[in-house]
């Protein structure tokens, strides 16, 4: 198939990705046994049969769970290398990725042991591939805005080494107005902002994200399209969604592959694009991504460049490196 190999081919960014929804099952259980944890499942395969979701917070029960196998800077680094060593695989030239430092400094990791892991994992993708990243330090919308406020100060003495701030986790009930006071601090620190929005949540969530938040991005925003005015003002905005199909039909955000928005976003004039989320747990990752949307939907090629394109566009890359790859 043409279209397939146009999208093996083609040099690609992932700009919604969780470090944390990269861990295999096989990693989970080998850190586990090296950290001396022990898990609630029998083997890699119960583990992987339990991946069966009802909706957003039933993934993130366990993926929270299985992140406690991460522990040091090494487990760090490993989790990240197998994540680029993957994408590289896919053709990915350009990642940012999101890193929830919340979910480990309440275990006891400290701040600097995630960042350093990660981070050493980017800087060697870079010297090996000549892979660019970035690194985006995501707050859980479940936790309070206090609790944000004080993992930004944990942040605050390496801010050289993060690229931006997103916001995930349970979107019911936690509005991006929860936040506002939070976000307006990180543009003061002079850092671009994304936020998770109508991925579960009303299109009112994302305009909150757009007018309070004040993002660059929408991460899913497969709602929006409920909302006319709301199609408007990110087209007229020219606002990328960040969309991560084969994450909605795992999530139950949409019933059916076949019967997903995305072509209806790009129709719309929306700058949309696909995106993997956390593929360790929603069967595959970018390339996978792709090549299930252009089986289910039957994109084109002109379709696949104009995903493959947006994201490009959408990334925090300067203009001139952009260029190379549009
Ligand atoms: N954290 C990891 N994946 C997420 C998703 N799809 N939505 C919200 N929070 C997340
Ligand atoms: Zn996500």
Redesign the pocket.
Known sequence: QDVDDLIRRLPKTELHL?IE?TLEPEMMFALAQRNGISLPYASVEALRAAYDFSN?QSF?DL?YAGAGVLQTRQDFYELTRAYLQRAHADNVVHVEIFF?PQTHTARGIPFATVLDGIRDALDEAGCTWGMSSRLILSFLRHLSEDEGFATLAEALPHLDRIDGFGL??S?LGHPPSKFAMLFARCHELGKPCVA?AG?EGPPEYVWEALELLKVCRID?GVRSLEDPALVKRLAEGAVPLTV?PL?NVR?KVVDDLARHNLRQLLQAGLKAMVNS??PAYFGGYLNANLLACRQSLDLSADEVVTLVNNSFEASWLPDVDKQRWL
């Open positions: 969780h929804g957003l993130l993926y929830d995930d986790s979107e998770h991925e899913h991560c994450s999530l989320d956390d």
